[in-house]
C-alpha cells in the first residue's frame, strides 16, 4: 500500500533531520504533533540539497545538484517521487501550497555554491534570500495553516529571523567554509585580516535581525511558536558564545553548544514559554 512507502518517505526525513541537526530536531519535537512531519520533510529536501554542494566532493556535484532539481519538480508535479526524500517534500508542498517560486529561490542558492567562492554584496543578500530566509517562509506555510493573511504579516519577520540563524552558521563555520570549501560570505572581509572590529560589524547586524525575528516569534500559533522559540534560544545562546570568542579562534575551530548545555536552555525555554515570558 502507498500508505506503507509514505510512512517510510515522513520516517527518512525525520531520521535525516536527527542526524544532521540535533538542535533543529529538539525545536521541531516541540512542536505540535500534526506540524512535526511536515517541517521534517522541508529539513530532510533542505539538508539533501546542501549537503550535494557541500559534501559530495569527487563527484559531478553540477549534475547531482541538477538531477535532484528535475527529480523534486517532477516530485511535486506528479504527487509522488521514488525518493524517500523528495516524496514527502512534494506532499508538504502540495498539502500546504507552498509556492514554487521559495523552491526556486532555495534551489537557485545552492547553485551558486558551486562557483562562487567570494561573495559580493549584492550575491551575499541573494545567497541568504535563498539559503535562509525562503526556508523560514516554507516553514511559515505550515505553521500558519495555509492562512494567506496571517502568512503576509509574519513573512518580514521570519525571514529575518532566518537570516540571523544563517549569519550565525556562517560565523560558526567559518574555518570549514574558508579552510576546506574556499568561501567567504561576508562581503568585504579579508578572512586574513578578521580581526574584532570585522567580527563586531557582523555581530551588530545579526543583533538587529535577532531582534525583529523574535517579535515575530511572538505572533506565531500556538502551536509552533514553543518550538520556534528553542531554535531561536539555541541560536541565541550560541550567538552569545561566538560573541565572546577571540576571532583566531573562530578561524581554527567549529563553536558549539555541549548537549548538556542544550537540554539546559530547553528547561528554562519551556519554563518561560508557559509561564507567558517570552
Known sequence: MKQIFDKLSFDMSEMTTKRYSTSFSMGISFLQ???????????GFVRFADEIVDSFHGFDKAYLLSDFKRQTYEAIDNGISLNPILNSFQWAVNHYDIPRELIDTFLDSM?????KSIYDKVNYEKYILGSAEVVGLMCLKVFVHGDQKEYEKLTYYAMKLGSAFQKINFLRDLKDDYQELGRTYFP???????NDQVKKTIEEDIAVEFQIGYEGIKMLPKNS???????YTYYYKLFQKIKSTHPEKILVS????PNNKKYSLLFTSYLKHNLNLI
Open 33 to 43: 504533533k500534526e506540524i512535526q512531519k511536515p517541517i521534517y520533510s522541508i529539513y
Open 111 to 115: 547553485e551558486m555554491d558551486l562557483d
Open 188 to 194: 568585504n572581509v579579508d578572512m586574513k585580516n578578521f
Open 225 to 231: 511558536r514553543f518550538g520556534v522559540y528553542m531554535a
Open 254 to 257: 567549529r563553536i558549539r553548544i
